[in-house]
């Protein structure tokens, strides 16, 4: 009796061990965007825009989606390479995407307007 408790409680405990797949990828988001608010350079900024691209177009999560913000943050970026109409597009992805970024991307809006 003492054996097929042990070999359960194993069994049980493997089986709790699997690894699940993550809602989002990032690519190699963390440090790329480090590097862009540490460094602030052409070329940290490109490398930025790469990532975001990465994101967007490899999304393997188990969501399949692009993560919250990424679509905002990417338009922010463009918006201040003066790609008015890239970032605004990127911008009205994210509420689309993520409707309860509305208000926040609507005062962008506003601002790039002016």
């Not at 070999?7 to 061990?17: E, I, K, P, R």
């Not at 975001?52 to 399949?64: A, D, H, L, M």
């Not at 922010?76 to 509305?102: C, H, I, W």
Request: aromatic share 12%.
């Amino acid at each position: 009796m003492k054996k097929i408790f042990y070999v359960l409680t194993a069994v049980s405990l493997m089986g709790s061990c699997t690894v699940q797949k993550p809602l989002y990828t990032w690519d190699n988001y963390e440090v790329t965007s480090y590097n862009y608010v540490k460094n602030s350079d052409e070329k940290s900024t490109q490398a930025l825009i790469e990532t975001y691209r990465k994101i967007i177009e490899y999304q393997k999560g188990s969501r399949g989606v692009v993560p919250p913000g990424v679509y905002a943050d990417y338009g922010f970026v463009l918006l201040q390479k003066d790609k008015t109409e890239e970032g605004r597009a990127m911008l009205l992805k994210e509420v689309n995407l993520y409707p309860e970024s509305k208000t926040f991307i609507d005062r962008i809006l506003k601002i790039i307007e002016k």
